[in-house]
């Protein structure tokens, strides 16, 4: 499975940009998507999962009441709403896929990562 994040960019605190992945290739397959994120300087660190069937959302306390992860199976994409923004919020986001149909949140249960999207928050 290839993934391709688009959508990062320069907001302002308090703004909202919305991340899509597609997914390509061996895609019908049953899979978790996930976006992860890197700040400068800090690990990689988990943001939001969805499952297979969309049913079931995870996230990181840092982005609850703030993010929304959403699928649409049908064009193989996971989008990522980002609502009220913070500096903080700044880092590289990766768009993730595991062959599970459940939500993960560790690194070392990701089967495959996309290039990262930069989105970067001004105060």
């Known amino acids: 499975v290839q993934l391709q994040a688009s959508g990062g960019g320069l907001a302002q605190a308090g703004g909202s940009l919305r991340l899509s992945c597609a997914a390509s290739?061996?895609?019908?397959?049953?899979?978790?998507l996930a976006w992860f994120r890197q700040a400068p300087g800090k690990e990689r660190e988990f943001v939001a999962s969805i499952s297979w069937t969309g049913t079931n959302t995870q996230y990181a306390e840092s982005v609850w009441g703030r993010f929304i992860i959403s699928r649409d199976n049908a064009k193989n994409t996971v989008y990522l709403r980002m609502s009220s923004l913070k500096p903080e919020d700044t880092a590289v986001y990766y768009c993730?896929?595991?062959?599970?149909?459940?939500?993960?949140?560790?690194?070392?249960?990701?089967?495959?990562w996309g290039k990262g999207t930069q989105v970067t928050v001004s105060s």
């Open positions: 993730a896929a595991s062959e599970t149909e459940t939500v993960v949140h560790n690194s070392y249960d990701i089967d495959y």
């Open positions: 290739g061996r895609t019908t397959s049953t899979y978790a």
